[in-house]
């Protein structure tokens, strides 16, 4: 049973714990999209590519997704306020690692993995404790703020990581976490402890190990399927001195077939292990409750979509439109201020429409929202042609976000409160990586067949300069190259510059419309998620009496 304070804490205390535990989830979050605007200014300093970011900011989430269920074990076990504060300790020490990282291995060790460690402590807190400290309609209120900024603050990181990259360095986006994180502890005097003392701690390593694995080859698969292709070999994989490109395929094939085998002897362990009396590392009886399972999906494709929008859309700003890192974030801005607007409202309307309806309606103004970008997206464009779109997308997000953690998490008993809110953040943080890796894969590889064909069509440029331009511009560091950069291929023909910069910008448009595209996917399975959702209002829902 979840242990109960003394005495209740006062309307007053609850309601700034919530701010405590709100600003720790929203910096975790933040840290995940912090730099994709400073994409460009990272290859430079760290003298790397975009495919080693992408895979430093997907790591990221991959940690925080492999280590959360364990995180909300630990936390159930030695209470859930000590974890939160250890978390924000080592997440303090991550980002103090981070800020003074001068190459992409120190960045990736703090950023990712000590950060990651960190974060995957705190984040299940967070949710058990608002569901200990929040009952009946106070917690639907508590978590559509909760809710509200964990959707907003994905897209007010890119604003942050763009002040600081544009006025100081990227450094600093990391060195304000740790002013936060001394905030937090203080707020942590408001907050009271909650543990479970119905199970003693077990350690299921072999669930830990299969899990993190599975995930690990699973992403690394996406994101290397743009350097070696999803099926046929582009190139042989260099492994131990030896080059692999088994009967002429790709590496990624077996990079997925591994991480399926490794998450499906997951599942087999965790019920064989749960069958036999010892405390496995996630239950599989919470799958049993539709509205759980319904919810959690719901949660990663949602999550997914999202990332993956904000992956794009800065590389397109920056390299067809110029903008620096200040103002591709800021060009993001109307999408948070609507988020953060629609949440609490539609936190609001939940004792008078079903939150399952509310849910839905915001799936399809997401729907709508990418439909309007992927039309307003072009060479021509600037930012206030996307603000409509951004601000649709957003208000659709704000009405989703407001619901699903509360209405995901009413599935299931308070005594699991820590292990239900640990598998919710790692479907939040599978989501993520997941989002970063396959719409950043997509949108990489539709940038290389764009550049191929239309180079290979046009009838302007010299045949005999046409590979050259293709290798330079399918290499995507040269996306953020100025157009006296692109030249490089043209000396003898200065007066083609203008042409390829043209090639490079509609290549790089059509990347995103492409991104766009299998993002609405996404939302469309996201809203075949809901379908299994309860038809009833918060009043009416399990544990909110």
Same mark, same amino acid.
Do not use: C
């Given at each position: 049973m979840v242990t109960a304070p003394a005495a209740p804490p006062s309307t007053r205390v609850k309601w700034l714990s919530l701010l405590v535990l709100s600003l720790a989830l929203a910096i975790i979050i933040i840290d995940g999209t912090v730099l994709n605007v400073s994409i460009a200014y990272l290859i430079r300093d760290l003298h790397t590519d975009i495919q080693h970011i992408q895979w430093v900011i997907t790591s990221y989430s991959l940690v925080i997704a492999a280590l959360t269920i364990v995180g909300g074990r630990l936390g159930d076990f030695f209470g859930r306020k000590k974890m939160f504060m250890l978390g924000a300790i080592i997440f303090a020490v991550g980002s103090f690692t981070s800020s003074i990282s001068t190459d992409v291995n120190t960045l990736l060790l703090g950023w990712s993995l000590i950060e990651g460690i960190g974060a995957a402590l705190m984040?299940?807190?967070?949710?058990?404790?608002?569901?200990?400290?929040?009952?009946?309609?106070?917690?639907?209120?508590?978590?559509?703020?909760?809710?509200?900024?964990?959707?907003?603050?994905?897209?007010?990181?890119?604003?942050?990581?763009?002040?600081?990259?544009?006025?100081?360095?990227?450094?600093?986006?990391?060195?304000?976490?740790?002013?936060?994180?001394?905030?937090?502890?203080?707020?942590?005097?408001?907050?009271?402890?909650?543990?479970?003392?119905?199970?003693?701690?077990?350690?299921?390593?072999?669930?830990?190990?299969?899990?993190?694995?599975?995930?690990?080859?699973?992403?690394?698969?996406?994101?290397?399927?743009?350097?070696?292709?999803?099926?046929?070999?582009?190139q042989a994989y260099p492994l131990w001195g030896q080059n692999l490109s088994p009967l002429g395929l790709s590496v990624v094939p077996c990079l997925f077939g591994t991480g399926l085998l490794l998450l499906c002897l997951f599942v087999l362990w965790?019920?064989?292990?749960?069958?036999?009396?010892?405390?496995?590392?996630?239950s599989v009886k919470l799958f049993q409750s539709k509205q759980f399972s319904a919810g959690i999906v719901t949660t990663a494709v949602l999550t997914l979509g999202q990332s993956g929008l904000i992956f794009a859309l800065p590389v397109f700003l920056q390299t067809v439109k110029g903008l620096d890192a200040i103002h591709t974030g800021l060009a993001l801005i109307p999408m948070s201020i609507t988020m953060l607007i629609m949440a609490p409202l539609g936190a609001a309307l939940n004792r008078k429409i079903i939150p399952r309806?509310?849910?839905? /309606?915001?799936?399809?103004?997401?729907?709508?929202?990418?439909?309007? =970008?992927?039309?307003?997206? #072009?060479?021509?464009? +600037? @930012?206030?042609?996307?603000?409509?779109?951004?601000?649709?997308?957003?208000?659709?997000?704000?009405?989703?976000?407001?619901?699903?953690t509360n209405i995901t998490l009413s599935g299931v008993e308070v005594q699991a409160a820590g292990q239900a809110a640990g598998i919710n953040a790692t479907m939040r943080q599978v989501g993520q990586s997941l989002g970063t890796a396959i719409i950043g894969a997509i949108f990489l590889t539709s940038l290389?067949?764009?550049?191929?064909?239309?180079?290979?069509?046009?009838?302007? /440029?010299?045949?005999?300069?046409?590979?050259?331009?293709?290798?330079? =511009?399918?290499?995507?560091? #040269?996306?953020?190259? +100025? @157009?006296?950069?692109?030249?490089?291929?043209?000396?003898?023909?200065?007066?083609?510059?203008?042409?390829v910069v043209d090639i490079k910008n509609q290549s790089m448009v059509d990347a995103n419309r492409s991104s766009l595209f299998y993002t609405s996917g996404f939302v469309v399975l996201c809203f075949a998620a809901t379908l299994f959702l309860p038809r009833v209002k918060a009043s009416e829902r399990h544990g909110e009496a």
């Open positions: 984040m299940p807190a967070t949710v058990s404790l608002v569901m200990s400290t929040f009952s009946g309609r106070d917690r639907a209120i508590a978590f559509g703020v909760w809710g509200g900024i964990a959707g907003a603050v994905a897209a007010v990181g890119p604003i942050l990581g763009g002040f600081f990259t544009t006025y100081y360095s990227w450094h600093w986006a990391f060195r304000i976490n740790i002013v936060t994180v001394a905030i937090l502890l203080l707020g942590s005097l408001l907050i009271k402890e909650s543990r479970d003392d119905k199970h003693r701690i077990s350690w299921d390593i072999p669930g830990i190990l299969l899990s993190s694995i599975g995930l690990v080859s699973l992403v690394y698969g996406i994101i290397e399927s743009t350097d070696y292709g999803w099926w046929k070999a582009k965790e019920v064989h292990t749960e069958k036999g009396g010892r405390m496995p590392l996630l309806h509310l849910i839905q /309606l915001g799936l399809l103004i997401n729907m709508i929202a990418l439909f309007v =970008l992927r039309s307003e997206i #072009s060479v021509s464009a +600037t @930012a206030a042609t996307l603000r409509p779109g951004l601000i649709l997308y957003g208000l659709g997000m704000g009405l989703v976000m407001a619901q699903i290389t067949g764009n550049v191929t064909t239309a180079v290979n069509a046009n009838t302007v /440029l010299p045949a005999i300069a046409k590979p050259a331009i293709i290798e330079k =511009l399918s290499n995507t560091n #040269s996306q953020f190259e +100025t @157009a006296s950069q692109d030249s490089g291929s043209l000396t003898a023909f200065p007066q083609l510059v203008g042409v």
